[in-house]
C-alpha cells in the first residue's frame, strides 16, 4: 500500500515494487492522476487504485478495510503522501497553512499507521516506511512547518518502531534531499536553487534511487534495522 502513488516518488516506488512481484494498492487524492498511473502500472501487475485524502480518517480506514478485502493482508505500507507548503518565514506563515502541512505530512502518515498496524500485528509480520525528508533533519528556512512536520514523521518512525520491535514489524524512514517532481511545482525557484545548493553530491536525486533504497527496506531481508532513519541526501546529513 502506498499513499501518494499517483506521480513522483510514490510512483517510482509501485513500479519498482511491481517489479520485485508485489501487488499494489496506490491511494491518492488527485483522481485524475492516480488513474492513468494506475493505468499504465497494469501492465506491471496487480494494482488497485483507491482515491483517498490522508487526512480523513474516515476515507483511511474505509480504504485499508478496502485494500484488505482485494489483496488478502497488507504486508507493506509506505507512507509517501505529503506536500510542501508555501515558501515563507515562520512569522509570516499563515496559521491555516501551517495546519495543513502537518495534517497532511504528519497526521495523515499517524492515522495510516493506525488503520493498518493492527493488521500487521495481528499477523506478526510488517515492513512501514515513511517519506520524511532532509528537511526534518537540518530545518529548512522558509519552509518551517514543513521541516517540522517531516521531524514530526522521523520521531513517529521511531517510536512505533520502538512499539512493534517485539514482532517482525519493521518501521524506518527515508530523509531525502531534493529530487525534481511535481512537489516543485509548489516551491519557489530560490528555495529550490538553495536546497539544490546544499547537496555536496551536486545533482537531485532520482526518484529510481529512493526506489531502490525503499524495496529493501520493506523486504523481508530486512530484518533487523527498526525505528531508523536512512539518509538519501547526497551527503548533505552525515549523521
Ligand atoms: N521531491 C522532493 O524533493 C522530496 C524530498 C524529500 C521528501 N519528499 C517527500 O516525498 C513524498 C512524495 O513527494 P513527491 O516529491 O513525490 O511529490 P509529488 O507532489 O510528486 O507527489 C505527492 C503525491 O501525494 C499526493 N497527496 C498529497 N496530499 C495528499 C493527501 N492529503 N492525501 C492523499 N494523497 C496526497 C499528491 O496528490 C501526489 O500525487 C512527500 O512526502 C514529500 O514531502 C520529497
Redesign the pocket.
Given at each position: 500500500m502506498i499513499?501518494?502513488g499517483?506521480?513522483?516518488?510514490?510512483r517510482a516506488i509501485a513500479e519498482r515494487f511491481l517489479q520485485s512481484g508485489a501487488r499494489l494498492a496506490l491511494?491518492?487524492?488527485?483522481g485524475d492522476?492516480l488513474r492513468a498511473a494506475g493505468e499504465a502500472l497494469k501492465a506491471l501487475g496487480e494494482v488497485h487504485t483507491a482515491f483517498?485524502?490522508?487526512?480523513n480518517a474516515d476515507q483511511v480506514e474505509t480504504a485499508a478495510a478496502d485494500t484488505l478485502g482485494r489483496l488478502g493482508g497488507i504486508d507493506i505500507l509506505v507512507a509517501?503522501?505529503?506536500?510542501a507548503g508555501p515558501t515563507l518565514p515562520t512569522w509570516e506563515y499563515p496559521p491555516d497553512e501551517w495546519r495543513r502541512v502537518i495534517d497532511?505530512?504528519l497526521t495523515?502518515a499517524f492515522l495510516c499507521c493506525r488503520a493498518v498496524v493492527p493488521h500487521m500485528r495481528a499477523q506478526r509480520y510488517g515492513r512501514v516506511l515513511m517519506?520524511a525528508?532532509?528537511a526534518g533533519k537540518e530545518g529548512n528556512p522558509n519552509a518551517a512547518a514543513y521541516s517540522a512536520a517531516k521531524a514530526g514523521v522521523i520521531a513517529l518512525t521511531k517510536s512505533l518502531g520502538k512499539e512493534l520491535a517485539g514482532d517482525d514489524i519493521a518501521v524506518n524512514c527515508i530523509t531525502?534531499?531534493?529530487?525534481r517532481?511535481?512537489?516543485f511545482d509548489q516551491i519557489t525557484q530560490a528555495h529550490i536553487d538553495y536546497m539544490l545548493s546544499k547537496v555536496p553530491r551536486g545533482r537531485f536525486l532520482k526518484v529510481e534511487e529512493l526506489a531502490s533504497l525503499a524495496a529493501w527496506l520493506v523486504s523481508a531481508e530486512n530484518s533487523f534495522s527498526t525505528g531508523a532513519v536512512f539518509d538519501l541526501s547526497g551527503g548533505r546529513a552525515t549523521y
Open positions: 499513499t501518494g499517483a506521480q513522483g516518488f510514490g491511494w491518492d487524492r488527485d492522476v483517498v485524502d490522508v487526512v509517501n503522501a505529503g506536500i497532511i505530512d495523515g517519506i525528508s532532509i531525502p534531499g531534493p529530487a517532481t511535481r512537489i
